[in-house]
T-cell receptor, first 117, second 111 residues
Framework: GAVVSQHPSWVICKSGTSVKIECRSLDFQATTMFWYRQFPKQSLMLMATSNEGSKATYEQGVEKDKFLINHASLTLSTLTVTSAHPEDSSFYIC?????????????FGPGTRLTVL | GDSVTQMEGPVTLSEEACLTINCTYTATGYPSLFWYVQYPGEGLQLLLK?????DKGSNKGFEATYRKETTSFHLEKGSVQVSDSAVYFC??????????FGAGTTVTVRA
């Protein structure tokens, strides 16, 4: 199957620090990965599209200098929340599309719960 | 822009009851339509999809038909189980691999 993992599953940090979240495709190569943010009892909001070897494409209203995305390999994308503040507390979810399939189906990671104190 | 509107919850049902979650969309062109499910403590999983008008997606007893004339993709199951308790998200993709999600509907099935 197409399994996507995220690490860590939850993290608590102090205001002003940076946090890195990893997203890995375990059994397939993912040319494209996506990062979402989900607030409690709300839908997922797409933050950015991450393509291997190139700069991420951010959605309108998402600060690219605050949410740094790196997609250095076909199986790993990272999201770094820089100088985190309590309003950045949220559930961050990544997804990936299968490189070998011409499909628009996304496979989602289990998410990372970020709490900024 | 493209958007999805789905029935607000929460929805509480008894086991073996029928479930319908309404979903309508607004999009230019011919998007693909999806239902994703998020079980407690887990990530989103694709439940079913349809890529063109009149297509019916089905999985685990759930069905949804792509209705272009009514721009709808309602999710239905004839007999729910406790294990169907989850949050259900309707979504569309206008073929650029980006997904637009509805707000999600929380379904609780009681034994």
């Amino acid at each position: 199957g197409a399994v996507v993992s995220q690490h860590p599953s939850w993290v608590i940090c102090k205001s002003g620090t940076s946090v890195k979240i990893e997203c890995r495709s375990l059994d397939f190569q993912a040319t494209t990965m996506f990062w979402y943010r989900q607030f409690p009892k709300q839908s997922l909001m797409l933050m950015a599209t991450s393509n291997e070897g190139s700069k991420a494409t951010y959605e309108q209203g998402v600060e690219k200098d605050k949410f740094l995305i790196n997609h250095a390999s076909l199986t790993l994308s990272t999201l770094t929340v820089t100088s985190a503040h309590p309003e950045d507390s949220s559930f961050y979810i990544c997804s990936a599309t299968l490189d070998r399939e011409a499909t628009d189906t996304q496979y989602f990671g289990p998410g990372t719960r970020l709490t900024v104190l | 822009g493209d958007s999805v509107t789905q029935m607000e919850g929460p929805v509480t049902l008894s086991e073996e009851a029928c479930l319908t979650i309404n979903c309508t969309y607004t999009a230019t062109g011919y998007p693909s339509l999806f239902w994703y499910v998020q079980y407690p403590g887990e990530g989103l999983q694709l439940l079913l999809k349809a890529t063109k008008a009149d297509d019916k997606g089905s999985n685990k007893g759930f069905e949804a038909t792509y209705r272009k004339e009514t721009t709808s993709f309602h999710l239905e199951k004839g007999s729910v189980q406790v294990s169907d308790s989850a949050v259900y998200f309707c979504a569309l993709s206008p073929n650029d691999y980006k997904l637009s999600f509805g707000a999600g509907t929380t379904v609780t099935v009681r034994a």
